[in-house]
């Protein structure tokens, strides 16, 4: 690398906030470490200063691409939300009503949520601020749709097809047989511990109903192409599984029961399924191992950067947000 990149990138790094004492773990966290070391400096050590306007342009793209989405994640987010509105709205329905009310409630909600993402790609204020509505798909995958309107017009299509499948699925069914007053709705993110790591793990729909602990889980792809083919390189459990096994030790400490059950939906394509899972609670020494080794990781300078090296697994780089900082960092 030449000094002046070097310098540059000197620059970008956010090397504020690095010690022991500062370190906290997630299953994200783990993933990228496990799959590409440099998409980890990236994301957790170049984007983090981006959000200031006067960082250098390398942070500010990195922090960008930290916010880019891909459209199956947004669908899942935009599902998740809209359960999570329909279920509070439905906690004041008398019960002999709550049938034909949750469909109803959901599809009002969806439909809202919908209104506002086509406002947000019309105005494209995405261009301005990364935080909102930002899509993978738009960047870097630009043959994916023919503009923002597609976008929103697939959402929908995907939306409908789903939704068919909603009221005699099991799914519907779960909720049903559920107290209503049962079902809590979760925050963007959780705090907990493994000893003395702080562990983030990303909630789901949860509920706490005779005795037993219930939560929600959905996969939503438009098509097989959209499917990620890239799972880890070592052998490691997939991210999926590991954040439903962080949210079974969660849910176990939490309601003191080890009756746990994850109900998991996927639409791929026209093919809609449905299974209950029995997580295990995640092995705390999984989570001690993956701290330590990335304790042992900490950048220090632009000389780090060895320690991070690209993966360059096509596959991976084809579909990684990361991909403009990490072409400019392997020049
Ligand atoms: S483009 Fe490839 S090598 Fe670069 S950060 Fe992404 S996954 Fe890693």
Known sequence: ????????????????????????????????????????????????????????????????????RTFPAWLEELFSE?????????RTVPKHRYADELI????????????????????????????????????????????????????????????????????????????????????????????AIPVYLRPRIHAFDQGEAVFLSFSLFPSESDLPHTGYSCGEPDAGALGDSLFASYASGRFRTERITCHAVMQCGPE???????PSPAPEKLIRESAARMLAHLPSSADSLEDFPPGR??????????????????C
């Open 1 to 68: 690398m030449h000094d002046f990149r070097k310098s540059v990138l000197q620059s970008a790094l956010w090397l504020r906030d690095i010690s022991q004492d500062t370190f906290s773990w997630s299953a994200e966290k783990h993933r990228i470490f496990h799959t590409c070391r440099r998409a980890y400096l990236i994301r957790y050590y170049i984007a983090q200063g981006g959000w200031d306007a006067s960082a250098s342009p390398i942070a500010r793209k990195a922090f960008t691409e930290k916010y880019l």
């Open 82 to 90: 809209s359960l999570s509105d329909a279920l509070l709205q439905l």
């Open 104 to 195: 109803h409630t959901l599809k009002l909600r969806l439909s809202h949520r919908i209104f506002l993402a086509e406002a947000f790609l019309a105005e494209k204020r995405d261009l301005t601020d990364p935080k909102k509505l930002s899509f993978f798909d738009l960047y870097y995958r630009t043959r994916r749709f023919s503009g923002r309107r597609q976008i929103i017009a697939e959402c929908k299509q995907f939306f409908r097809k789903f939704l068919s499948c909603l009221p005699a699925s099991s799914l519907a069914e779960r909720i049903l047989r559920t107290d209503a007053l049962a079902w809590r709705v979760p925050p963007a993110f959780l705090l907990t511990h493994c000893g």
């Open 272 to 278: 809609f399924s449905e299974e209950e899972l029995r």
């Open 313 to 330: 697994e096509s596959a991976r780089c084809s579909r990684c947000r990361f991909q403009g900082t990490c072409s400019y960092l392997d």
